[in-house]
């Protein structure tokens, strides 16, 4: 059909219908490149909104964790005290939005006193090996923008606290006022920071006690005490280790290398002794009355040994660079510690 049509034309009509099929060539041609090209900027298009996005994604990925670092969220982990009182007393149906309101303001708290000892220690923190590298000291947030932050997260947990309960506002009042102490002036003294520190730790049981109004016993308190002396001076050691190393350059506390076999002896004792009041514990009439099973609780001290003996030995074999509580909680044992202990009380109930 299409060569009888063709036969059919005259040579002036095989001009016209030449130039008809190479304009429509042409034009089909235009229209493939026309599509192509908004295909292609379209592509680039998708590219550069999703790179821009990219980019905008790792900015407030890095500034959340700037925030974090300078918040110290991993030091959060010691306000999980708070829960302990609720625990060991069994009282499971308090467990509700109040106590971790608490936990929270609590943080809230501690956070701010953490941005206040790193504007306090700024050009010391400059000088340390570890700490320069705090989002402050190495300059990667300003002290005005610090300050801001400090103050917001200080009145929202006082306000948080104000609201849960009376007696956990004052406490976190005390406990605030005494980190401020802390800060300024009892860290330099030796001994004295040691055992304010385990104040502090103790303070976040009590709050959680008076939270919940759960009176706290003697047998918890005495092995709170002892405990948290032990994480005092272990961490106390291993910063004066480190100074016999050149690990650090400066040693901004009342203490030389000389006291490093007193400190070592100190925090050895105390986890002894904190070992020594759980089984005293575990042979009092009270703890019959908590728990039906309560042989199977006889297992914990020896758990709780084990985790503060390797504490020790790690500490003692150079293994832990800075901080004793972030090596632990990065410490495969520590979880197995947790979990035991964990294991033993829902057996015991």
Not at 34 to 61: E, G
Not at 311 to 318: E, G, H, I, M
């Amino acid at each position: 059909m299409i060569i009888g049509i063709l036969e059919e034309l005259t040579p002036t009509r095989y001009l016209i219908f030449g130039n008809w099929v190479i304009k429509k060539f042409i034009k089909i041609l235009i229209n493939v490149t026309m599509t192509q090209r908004l295909s292609n900027i379209r592509i680039n298009l998708i590219h550069l909104a999703f790179n821009k996005t990219q980019k905008y994604i790792n900015l407030l990925m890095q500034f959340i964790f700037i925030i974090f670092k300078l918040l110290r969220v991993h030091q959060w982990t010691k306000n999980l005290l708070i829960f302990v009182p609720l625990i060991l007393a069994q009282e499971f149906s308090e467990l509700n939005l109040t106590i971790f309101l608490a936990f929270f303001s609590f943080s809230f708290v501690a956070s701010s006193l953490y941005i206040f000892n790193d504007i306090k220690d700024l050009e010391s923190d400059r000088l340390h090996p570890a700490k320069q590298y705090r989002p402050i000291a190495s300059g990667l947030i300003r002290k005005s923008h610090s300050l801001i932050l400090l103050i917001f997260l200080l009145f929202s947990g006082l306000l948080t606290a104000a609201y849960l309960n009376d007696d956990f506002f004052l406490i976190l009042v005390i406990y605030s006022l005494l980190s401020f102490f802390y800060t300024v002036k009892i860290k330099k003294i030796a001994l004295l920071d040691i055992l304010l520190l385990s104040l502090l730790y103790l303070l976040r049981i009590v709050s959680g006690a008076a939270l919940l109004e759960i009176s706290l016993s003697n047998w918890l308190i005495t092995f709170s005490i002892f405990f948290f002396i032990f994480l005092a001076s272990i961490k106390r050691f291993t910063e004066i280790r480190n100074i016999s190393l050149k690990k650090e350059g400066i040693l901004l506390r009342d203490y030389s290398q000389i006291d490093l076999d007193f400190m070592n002896i100190l925090s050895f004792v105390s986890g002894l002794i904190s070992v020594l009041v759980i089984c005293l514990y575990l042979d009092s009439e009270n703890l019959k009355l908590l728990y039906s099973n309560s042989d199977y609780l006889w297992i914990s001290p020896m758990i709780i040994l084990y985790w503060i003996l390797n504490l020790l030995l790690q500490s003692n074999r150079n293994n832990i660079d800075y901080d004793p509580l972030i090596f632990a909680m990065k410490s495969y044992s520590s979880y197995f510690v947790i979990f035991s202990l964990s294991l033993i009380f829902y057996i015991s109930i």
